[in-house]
């Protein structure tokens, strides 16, 4: 069987997030490992609109990602029994999560699908399918509920 001591959970605070972390919990327990949790807010190029100050919209938005990740993890840490560390980053998702595996060599990477299918799932792909097809380590994927 092989070794797992850590496991990094990508988190965006939707439930398809709390489901990943839930099942990640429950193998952080199995095999005694730390979770990894890691939320990527938008690279800056990306959320300021032009005419608009750029820093203070760009501060605006790092500063609520920082409070909704304090709040995930405080959230997190009070209801699962296991050691948890948390990493905020900007730039792009799948990038981010991918080099954060690499940061903290996870043994597992798992993350929620949100189950975009046609048109929506062209415009904005998927995260976990980047994610699955360029990591060097298993990812496991949890999908929404039928």
């Known amino acids: 069987m092989p070794h797992v001591g850590k496991v990094l959970v990508p988190v ?5 997030s ?14 005694g490992a730390t979770l990894h949790l890691v939320h990527v807010y938008p690279a800056s190029a990306y959320v300021a609109p032009p005419l ?3 820093p203070v919209v760009v501060g605006q938005f790092r500063d609520q990602s920082q409070k909704a990740f304090d709040e995930f993890l405080e959230r997190a840490r009070r209801e699962n029994e296991v050691e ?14 991918l080099r954060m595996a690499d940061e903290v060599h996870a043994d597992l990477i798992v993350m929620g699908t949100h189950g975009r299918t046609g048109l929506e799932h062209l415009l904005l792909g998927s995260i976990a399918e980047r994610v ?7 990812v496991i994927t949890v999908p929404r509920p039928a």
């Open 18 to 31: 709390d489901r990943a972390l839930k099942y990640a919990t429950g193998l952080a327990k199995s095999f």
């Open 52 to 54: 608009l100050p750029g």
């Open 84 to 97: 948890i560390v948390g990493t905020l980053l900007e730039g792009v998702p799948h990038v981010e999560i």
């Open 132 to 138: 699955v097809r360029n990591s060097e380590v298993p």
């Open 12 to 16: 965006d605070f939707s439930e398809h």
